[in-house]
C-alpha cells in the first residue's frame, strides 16, 4: 500500500500511514498490517485487496469474483463489506457466479449470456440458473 500511494503522489509519509491506517481499519485488517500475504486467510487477503482499491478514493470498484475462492460466511464478509462501500459513495461492479448471493444482497443485476447484458434485476431469482451456470 505504501507503494501505491508514493505512486501515486503521496509525498508525505505520516499521511500516507495515516491513510493506509484509515483503509485497514475500515476493512477490519488494522490489526494485521505487520503481517505477510502468506500469513493471512483468503479472505484477509481478500480484505487488503478492497484496501489497497480504497487508498485513493475511487468512484467506481470493479470486483471481478471476489469471493470466489472463500468459503461461504467469509464470502457474505466480504459482499457486506464492498455494500458498506458502495453506501458510502463508491459504486461496485462485482461479477460473480454465486447466484444464491444475490437473494442476500440485492442491487441491480444484469445477466451475461451469449455476448449480451441482459438486466434482470426485477426477476433474476426467477431464472433458470441452473442451465448454462457458467455463463452467468
Known amino acids: 500500500m505504501e ?4 505512486a501515486t503522489g503521496w509525498k508525505n509519509k505520516d499521511e500516507r500511514k495515516e491513510r ?3 483503509v485497514l481499519d475500515s476493512v477490519g485488517m488494522l490489526e494485521k498490517k505487520n503481517k505477510m500475504p ?10 487488503v485487496a478492497i484496501a489497497r482499491a480504497l487508498l485513493n478514493h475511487p468512484k467506481i470498484i470493479i ?5 470466489g475462492n472463500l468459503d461461504p460466511e467469509t464470502a457474505g464478509n466480504i459482499v457486506t463489506l464492498l ?3 458502495s453506501q458510502k459513495g463508491t ?3 462485482m461479477t460473480t457466479h454465486n447466484m ?3 437473494d442476500r444482497f440485492p442491487g441491480i443485476v444484469y445477466r451475461c449470456k451469449d455476448g449480451n447484458l441482459i438486466d434482470v434485476t426485477i426477476n433474476y ?8 451456470s457458467e455463463e452467468s
Do not use: C, W, Y
Request: hydrophobic content about 35%.
Open 125 to 132: 431469482n426467477k431464472l433458470d440458473l441452473t442451465e448454462d
Open 3 to 6: 507503494f501505491v500511494l508514493k
Open 83 to 85: 455494500k458498506n462501500i
Open 63 to 67: 470486483a471481478d469474483e471476489p469471493t
Open 91 to 93: 459504486a461496485i461492479v
Open 38 to 47: 502468506h500469513e493471512l486467510s483468503g479472505g484477509e487477503q481478500q480484505r
Open 100 to 102: 444464491p448471493m444475490l
Open 20 to 22: 493506509i491506517e484509515e
